[in-house]
């Protein structure tokens, strides 16, 4: 949509930090009667400016009841756009828009806290009227999500902090001062920076750009915090007309690549960005630009996802689903097959960096196939459940956790459209417990492994905080080189002296991205500790 002048502007104080202009190779050409090399740079630059955050909004709670069992929420009107994330505990975070009138949508958040058996809405808010296309990822922090501008302020840009499911707050960026604005398609990818706790990652989208003379719809963006209060928006610039995007950060290489669909030329537009460093004007810098493509037959619904440098695309072309594929991170690109008469395909790697998983709508249904070889080939193609589905973009996502990856769908089995949640490829692994705390001299605690695949290097931490006047303040540390399925392992906390009441916490994490954690009260009297 394109921006009416002065329209939706909300008075706030914007301070421009910046702005970059970096250069590329080769350019964007009209439609090729005959077929390109599948992988050119884009001879293009990037610019960036950065604001204020201009609102905090709380989220408000009762949209609708949870059940328990694999539909997360059933309402009396048509439920839209799902997401979902898993975190390395084991907890689940979804979104989608929901309606309490089947007039005004919102996007309503919700969470599971064990393993999607059961859910607890999370809440939604009220300025969010009209947003759309919900996304939402997680890091060792916490969970995150964005949306689409709300039909009231084309000009915002969401960031949801869900790092305390209780108390769920969003960060919203306001760029329509600077002819910014109709945000669409946002997705987000979100990695751990260490030292910078407000730097969850980054997203992308598409909308109007009316700053400094320009008049270009659909213009590629990408966004960002860059300090706690302060967020950036960066474009590509003289490009126009691309409307859906995903984004990935390469949690290894702290690469980020976001690709784009063109409305009307064939090919994707993919941008690379370095999400591992700042600049001396406090940006990422922009690496590359690429139109991927054989500039003959349109690539559309793109999604990607990105580890060690190797990341698959896979999109959409003529009804059959394709995997654009690069070891390298993307100096070379190849093309897979992944399946026929398919459509709206989603793309995400299992924790450990070994499988892509796929999936797809085909004949009404979610179905997936995964690849071990960095997307090559695509085998074991498996339905996530017999169920109807929307075959649109948008209908289903994916999320991963220790236990594999999962999926949210609209499902049509009902009167109406609902959303569930189920397993879309499951893999073997620990499942850490903290199964006993105990006393009465200084503290012990039993790990034990439940889950079906081998702990190692289970790292543990044993605190002890309280007592009168707070005095006491103790901590351990060990490492439990492997725990086997079924076995339990030891920590333990020397002599405590002191008195009262005590808080007792004991974490454990392993190489294999699981955690746990538990929390005790008890009572120290001089050396005793009660528990």
């Known amino acids: 949509m394109r921006k009416m002048k002065n329209k939706h502007t909300i008075a706030i104080s914007l301070l421009i930090a910046g702005l970059i202009l970096t250069s590329a190779t080769s350019a964007l050409?009209?439609?090729?009667?005959?077929?390109?090399?599948?992988?050119?740079?884009?001879?293009?630059?990037?610019?960036?400016?950065?604001?204020?955050?201009?609102?905090?909004y709380t989220m408000e709670r009762g949209a609708a009841q949870p059940l328990a069992s694999?539909?997360?929420?059933?309402?009396?009107?048509?439920?839209?756009?799902?997401?979902?994330?898993?975190?390395?505990?084991?907890?689940?975070?979804?979104?989608f828009e929901l309606s309490i009138d089947g007039i005004d949508y919102f996007p309503d958040f919700w969470y599971s806290l064990d393993g999607g058996i059961t859910w607890e809405e999370a809440g939604y808010f009220a300025e969010s009227l009209g947003a759309q296309f919900p996304d939402a990822d997680s890091n060792d922090n916490g969970f995150y999500f964005t949306f689409s501008a709300p039909t009231d302020n084309p000009g915002q840009q969401w960031l949801g902090i869900a790092e305390d499911l209780t108390a769920i707050t969003a960060s919203v960026w306001d760029w329509g001062t600077y002819g910014l604005e109709f945000f669409e398609y946002l997705a987000i990818s979100c990695y751990t920076r260490d030292g910078e706790l407000w730097n969850p990652g980054g997203m992308s989208g598409s909308g109007y750009n009316g700053y400094s003379g320009n008049d270009l719809d659909g213009c590629p963006f990408v966004f960002y915090p860059n300090s706690d209060t302060g967020g950036a928006i960066g474009w590509l610039n003289n490009l126009e007309n691309y409307t859906k995007s995903d984004f990935a950060i390469d949690e290894v290489t702290e690469d980020s690549y976001a690709v784009y669909q063109n409305e009307y030329e064939p090919d994707l537009l993919v941008r690379k960005d370095d999400f591992g460093s700042w600049n001396a004007q406090g940006f990422h810098p922009y690496l590359n630009a690429y139109f991927v493509g054989d500039g003959v037959n349109p690539l559309t619904s793109p999604s990607v996802e990105a580890s060690n440098n190797n990341v698959v695309v896979a999109a959409e072309r003529e009804g059959n689903i394709y995997a654009l594929y690069s070891a390298n991170g993307f100096t070379t690109v190849n093309e897979a097959l992944i399946v026929e008469s398919a459509v709206a395909p989603e793309v995400k790697i299992t924790l450990d960096g070994s499988t892509f998983v796929c999936s797809y709508v085909k004949s009404d249904a979610v179905y997936r196939k995964i690849s071990t070889d960095g997307g090559a080939s695509w085998t074991d193609e498996q339905m996530v459940e017999d169920s109807q589905t929307n075959a649109e973009y948008g209908s289903h996502d994916l999320g991963n956790a220790p236990k594999g990856v999962f999926s949210v769908w609209e499902d049509t089995r009902n009167a109406d459209i609902d959303i569930f949640f189920g397993e879309a490829y499951v893999v073997s692994a620990p499942e850490l417990e903290i199964s006993s705390i105990s006393g009465p001299i200084g503290v012990k605690a039993a790990i034990?492994?439940?889950?079906?695949?081998?702990?190692?290097?289970?790292?543990?931490?044993?605190?002890?905080?309280?007592?009168?006047?707070?005095?006491?303040?103790?901590?351990?540390?060990?490492?439990?080189?492997?725990?086997?399925?079924?076995?339990?392992?030891?920590?333990?906390?020397?002599?405590?002296?002191?008195?009262?009441?005590?808080?007792?916490?004991?974490?454990?994490?392993?190489?294999?991205?699981?955690?746990?954690?538990?929390?005790?009260?008890?009572?120290?009297?001089?050396?005793l500790t009660l528990l």
């Open 29 to 56: 050409g009209a439609q090729q009667d005959e077929k390109l090399p599948l992988l050119r740079k884009a001879n293009v630059t990037a610019s960036q400016i950065t604001v204020e955050r201009s609102a905090v």
């Open 70 to 95: 694999t539909m997360i929420i059933d309402t009396d009107y048509d439920d839209f756009h799902p997401t979902i994330s898993g975190d390395k505990s084991g907890q689940f975070f979804a979104g």
């Open 448 to 527: 034990k492994n439940i889950g079906d695949a081998a702990a190692t290097n289970v790292q543990w931490t044993i605190e002890v905080t309280g007592g009168a006047l707070g005095r006491i303040d103790k901590s351990a540390t060990g490492t439990i080189a492997s725990l086997a399925i079924g076995a339990t392992g030891q920590a333990s906390l020397g002599l405590i002296i002191g008195l009262g009441k005590i808080t007792v916490t004991v974490s454990a994490t392993c190489d294999e991205g699981v955690s746990a954690e538990e929390t005790v009260s008890g009572t120290q009297l001089l050396i």
